[in-house]
């Protein structure tokens, strides 16, 4: 960072909210006189670092609240449990069936049993006779038809009788295929695809019935709490909320052409409006590569190193670099 010449640099920002569109650069003289101040380079609105509104994944009642406003929470500590008796029942369900996918395919791959295969040959051997007779009827008919001794009728009525006993001839001969050579590599395939399917239904079923219990995703206070026991908590309704105040960030906001004044990681002074018989320790943690194209200014984010109370978000501070 290029020394700065001792300086007297006013800027007047005009904030809304914490809106990096509500900054306006006044004026700024970097040639006057030396002084025995920081000099302030921006200024923004404190903010808490992090902030965690938590929701519900699955809609179901709550059965008990283990935190209340003011609570002091670790990540991972449990804050609210919800009847899941309702997610247990899929959960078995879900087991069931693939229990059931998973019985069939170890059938197919199996083959048939003796008895199945007993069953199919003598089907196939009775089929046979039938067409057989059927065949020679036919044709025992037909000559008679061309004498014209047999009329259209019978010879019609043999024929319908012939092609529905080789039909059912195929069929029986084609099972009895099936039962010895097992069942096709298609057939397989799409019943494993079927244990797939079930087995992703049920941890699917898991999945929900882990968002039973709704954990902190932070450390930090519970800051709002907008559910009872007792009452529905549905998907993306807000339950509690949880802020770490452990450290503080400013949202600052800083003329484009003093980008150069600054890098991440240096230390600056901050001063807080609120708390004016005090200055704070900071150090910048992300500078925006981007001009805002509203505001023509770039957000800087400096975290405050000391622990204070006092700090509040949507106070006003402004930032100093260190002499």
């Not at 283990?66 to 959960?91: F, Y």
């Not at 048939?112 to 057989?132: D, G, I, M, V």
């Not at 494993?192 to 902190?216: P, R, Y």
């Not at 509690?240 to 450290?247: D, K, L, P, R």
Request: aromatic residues 2%; charged residues 25%.
């Amino acid at each position: 960072m290029r020394k700065i010449v001792p300086i007297v640099l006013a800027i007047t920002l005009v904030l809304s909210g914490c809106s990096a569109n509500a900054v306006k650069e006044v004026s700024a003289d970097l040639n006057m006189t030396k002084v025995d101040k920081p000099v302030f380079l921006m200024a923004g609105k404190i903010d808490t670092t992090e902030k965690a509104d938590i929701t519900s994944k699955v809609s179901a009642k709550v059965s008990e609240i283990m935190v209340d406003i003011g609570s002091q929470v670790s990540k991972g500590d449990p804050l609210i449990k919800l009847d899941t008796r309702d997610l247990e029942a899929q959960v078995k369900q879900a087991e069931a069936g693939v229990s059931v996918a998973q019985a069939n395919l170890d059938k197919l791959k199996k083959g048939a049993r003796p008895e199945q295969k007993s069953q199919a040959e003598a089907t196939l051997e009775s089929a046979q006779k039938a067409y057989e007779n059927a065949q020679n009827n036919y044709d025992r008919l037909n000559q008679l038809f061309q004498s014209g001794v047999a009329s259209k009728q019978q010879i019609e009525t043999a024929e319908t009788q012939r092609i529905a006993a080789e039909t059912q001839y195929k069929a029986a001969k084609e099972q009895l295929n099936m039962l010895n050579n097992g069942e096709t590599k298609e057939t397989i395939r799409v019943v494993e695809a079927q244990v797939d399917q079930a087995q992703a239904a049920l941890e699917i079923a898991q999945a929900q019935l882990s968002n039973g219990m709704i954990l902190s995703p932070i450390t930090g206070t519970v800051s709002a709490k907008n559910i009872n026991v007792g009452e529905m908590a549905s998907m993306g309704t807000v339950l509690v909320s949880v802020v770490n105040e452990a450290t503080v960030t400013v949202n600052a906001y800083l003329p484009p052409r003093l980008k150069d004044e600054v890098k991440v990681g240096q230390e600056v002074i901050v001063k807080v409006s609120e708390v004016p018989e005090k200055m704070y320790l900071g150090e910048i943690t992300v500078i925006d590569p981007v001009i805002d194209a509203k505001s023509r200014s770039i957000l800087v984010k400096v975290s405050i190193k000391d622990k204070d109370s006092a700090l509040q978000p949507g106070m006003f501070a402004e930032i100093g670099l260190k002499k």
